[in-house]
Every structure is written in structure tokens, then in C-alpha cells.
């Protein structure tokens, strides 16, 4: 039997204030349990919130990169529920009036629409001790802001919502409106997901909550999809409800049924005011937005001659592509920037494991030795050796080729000797190089460099060494 899969997502992004959404808390992630809270976020009685501007900033750069309709008067509701992760009982939203609709974003030749993007704040964690059998609450992320991203129920299966989450991911990190760290909970997504017989309506639906990596949200939507198909097939029915995702054992349980927007009791936030966007202050934020991550890979390959897979690997995650835009403009040589960054970089991250947004390197120094090696000063051998000490212990390019003597000599005499003891010591090579064994050139070229200890200009060595196996 033939079964249609029906995907919409929530997304949410944390986004990358200094300070919370209502009061000047901090938000940095992984400080002291409830070091981070005040009167506000804490939710005393008597107090009152006051919006920071630079969530505003924040969700108007992300609508207009999406496509939005935003909203000139958006304002913000209560979401009411008890739970322990929420010490005022209402979570600060926006269901009425969100400050962003109607958007879109494409992977290949598909478009996913974008219901809505809204503001609201992040509930605390909850932290269960298995031992004890204690659950302890840690308070830091109560009013953390957060945009919550609702699509339409486009997507078909787990390719497309990958493809989907990674593109929105490079969006918002290139907006810089949120690190997007799925293993600190700073991009994280809801799967409603139901299946259908082709034709018919949309089946009943169920939500597996805050999944936080690809990897996870593959797997939830492979098991759901065919616990929902399999449970129809023998009778039975699809209860609404909303589902977590076990990741170890590979397997989701219910938690508790769906709630619909009417159970949470939403009523117009009345410590609030609405928000008026006028056009100069959207004009401004409009104005100000930086180049996208596919608007670079254009510009590479335009302006730079970089093949695509190239642009595609340099604009991979934004802490690469602004050193490799630092590089390229230091050095003046973006094509040799490029390779050093796609080839000796990428393998130098892989090797130790360094993450793309831990990337932390000095572009002043790489650029230093692009010139180097591009003016003959260094060798390659010498170059990638001392990338390499630059990317491991952060040293300084100039003491490090002073130190181990790795600049190429121009010292003549030394380029003769070194190639007239290659002969004499390898008088077989020169009888087959005389005999017509072109191959055994570069054996001697090799022996002659390394008496020079890969510090002799490759080219006077072989003009010596070719007048020295003519003489």
C-alpha cells in the first residue's frame, strides 16, 4: 500500500543577544545553575519586562532573508502552561499578530513555505539526576530569546527537511542572529509529521519535541513514518499527541496529548505595549543586512574564478569564508588563499577534530606565508610544516623558518656542491639518466635538495644539476 508522507516543522533559533529578551540578563551559555537570573526572568510577582530592540533587529533581518511579510504592529501574547521549566507559569509569545509571515525558502527546485516567524522567550531546563531520582531546575535560560520558524507541512521525507534545516542554518549564522550550535540547544526543531493514502486529507499528526542534530531528526522521522503506516495498516488510529525522541534506543513514546492553541489560554500580553515597525527602521535593518552565504559563492566564482566545489567548501560555515575573505584581501591572492584554506585547513580541522565555529586563526600570518611561498622564499614542504605549526600552537611564521632554517638559499656554491655530491654518490643514477632514463632525474634532484636540507631554490638546482650530467 501506498503511503504519502506529510512533514511541517517548528524551528527554534537562540538567538545571539548579550542579554535576554525582557531584562539585561545574560545569555551565555553554560554558566553556574541560576546565575543568570533576576526578578524578571524569574517570573517574581510585580514585576514588569521591557523588549529588547535587538531581538526586534534580529527577527526583522531573518524575515526579510526569508521572504517575509512583516507585521507594522505586532505585538505579544501570554502562553499559558505549568510546568516546572517556567517559574511564572506563562511563556511571553506571539500567536495573534507574529512579526513575520508568508515567507519561503528553496532547496533546489523546491520552495518551502514559511508560515510564520515569531518572538518569544526560552523555558529554563530541567536536569534529572538518575541516581537520586531528583529533578533540579536551572533557571539561566528562562528569557533567553528565541525566533520560532513555522513551515508549512511541505516536506516529504527526512532529505528535504535536512537539506531545509542546513540551509536555514547557514542563513541565520551568515545573518548573524544566532550561533546555530545544535549541541548547546541553540537551533533545535519540532516534527509534526502524519501520513496519508495519496488523495485524502492530511492524517492525524504528531509532534516529536526539541530534537537538536541531523542526525537525530533522520532517524525520528524514519521511525515515525513507519510506526504511523504500520499502526493504520493493522486497524488501528493515529492519536494527536506530542512524542519525545529517544536517540539511544532509536525510539519515540508519547509524553502527552497535543495541545491546540485554545488549551494554552492565550490572551494579549498586557505588560506589553504593541510594536509599531515604521518604514525608516525596517529601511535601516533592509539596508544593513550582510551578503548570504549563496550571494558569496556567486561572488567567488564570478570574481574569484573558484570552481564551485571550492566556493561551496569556503562558504561552508561563516567562520571559514571571513577568514578566507581576510586572507585573500591581506595576501592579494584570493585563488592561493583558497587552496590553502580548502586543502591544508580543512585537512588540518579534520585531523584534530576543530569544529568550524571553533576556528580561530591569525590571517595576518597565513597571508604572511602565502607571499613566501608564492615568492619563492619557502618551499611547499616548508610552507604546509609551518601552516601547520600555525594552526596547532598558534607560532609565529617568521621565528619558526628562523629557527629551523627553512628558507631557501640562493647561495650558488651550495646549490654546486650539494648536486656534485648527488653524483658522486649515486653513480648509478647518472649512468641510467645518461642511458635514457629520464625518471632517474628527479631521484638526483631529490638527493640534491635534501643535502640542501629543502632549503635550495628548486629551480637553480636543476639548471646545476642539469649542466653538471651534459658535462
Not at 63 to 73: A, N, V
Not at 136 to 155: A, H, K, S, W
Amino acid at each position: 500500500m501506498i503511503w504519502e508522507t506529510v512533514i511541517g516543522l517548528e524551528v527554534h533559533a537562540e538567538l545571539a543577544t548579550k542579554s535576554k529578551i525582557f531584562c539585561g540578563c545574560a545569555t551565555m551559555f553554560g554558566g553556574e545553575p541560576n546565575t543568570q537570573v533576576c526578578p524578571v526572568c524569574a517570573g517574581m510577582p510585580g514585576v514588569l519586562p521591557k523588549l529588547n530592540r535587538a531581538v526586534v533587529e534580529y527577527a526583522l533581518r531573518a524575515g526579510l532573508s526569508l521572504g517575509c511579510e512583516i507585521t507594522r504592529r505586532c505585538k505579544f501574547d501570554r502562553k499559558n502552561y505549568f510546568y516546572p521549566d517556567l517559574p511564572k507559569a506563562y511563556q511571553v509569545s506571539q500567536l495573534y499578530a507574529p512579526i513575520c509571515t508568508d515567507g519561503r525558502l528553496e532547496i533546489g527546485d523546491k520552495a518551502i513555505g514559511i508560515r510564520e516567524i515569531h518572538m518569544e522567550e526560552d523555558a529554563g531546563k530541567l536536569v534529572h539526576d538518575a541516581l537520586s531520582g531528583e529533578t533540579q531546575m536551572d533557571y539561566n535560560r528562562c528569557g533567553v530569546p528565541l525566533l520560532e520558524i513555522v513551515t508549512q507541512p511541505d516536506f516529504s521525507d527526512a532529505d528535504e527537511v535536512i537539506a531545509f534545516l542546513e540551509k536555514l542554518r547557514e542563513t541565520l549564522l551568515y545573518l548573524g542572529v544566532s550561533d546555530c550550535k545544535m549541541q548547546e540547544g541553540s537551533l533545535r526543531a519540532d516534527v509534526n509529521l502524519s501520513v496519508r493514502r495519496p488523495g485524502e486529507e492530511l492524517g492525524v499528526r504528531t509532534e516529536m519535541k526539541n530534537l537538536n542534530s541531523f542526525k537525530a531528526i533522520a532517524r525520528a522521522i524514519a521511525y515515525e513514518n513507519a510506526r504511523q503506516i504500520k499502526l493504520l495498516e493493522s486497524g488501528g488510529r493515529v492519536v494527536q499527541e506530542t512524542r519525545r525522541w529517544d536517540d539511544n534506543s532509536g525510539i519515540s513514546y508519547g509524553m502527552r496529548s497535543k495541545e491546540n492553541a485554545q488549551d494554552y489560554r492565550y490572551f494579549p500580553e498586557p505588560d506589553l505595549l504593541p510594536l509599531e515597525i515604521d518604514e525608516a527602521w525596517l529601511s535601516a535593518v533592509r539596508e544593513g543586512l550582510p551578503e548570504l552565504a549563496h550571494q558569496k559563492r556567486e561572488r567567488y566564482a564570478r570574481d574569484f574564478g573558484l570552481s564551485a566545489h571550492e566556493a561551496s567548501v569556503l562558504t561552508g560555515h561563516k567562520n571559514i569564508s571571513d577568514l578566507f575573505e581576510a586572507v585573500a584581501a591581506q595576501s592579494r591572492q584570493p585563488l592561493e588563499a583558497a587552496h590553502l584554506i580548502t586543502g591544508e585547513i580543512m585537512r588540518l580541522m579534520n585531523q584534530t577534530g576543530t569544529l568550524p565555529e571553533a576556528l580561530d586563526l591569525d590571517a595576518g600570518k597565513l597571508a604572511y606565508l602565502i607571499a613566501l611561498v608564492t615568492e619563492g622564499k619557502i618551499n611547499r614542504a616548508a610552507y604546509k610544516e609551518t601552516v601547520a605549526a600555525v594552526f596547532v600552537e598558534n607560532a609565529a611564521p617568521e621565528a619558526y623558518i628562523a629557527e629551523r632554517d627553512l628558507l631557501i638559499s640562493d647561495d650558488g656554491n651550495a646549490v654546486k656542491e650539494a648536486v656534485a655530491a648527488a653524483i658522486a654518490q649515486n653513480p648509478g643514477a647518472v649512468i641510467d639518466y645518461r642511458a635514457g632514463k629520464a625518471k632517474t632525474f628527479g631521484f638526483l634532484m631529490g638527493q640534491a635538495m635534501r643535502a640542501l636540507r629543502g632549503t635550495g631554490n628548486p629551480e637553480a638546482v636543476k639548471t646545476a644539476l642539469e649542466a653538471a650530467l651534459e658535462a
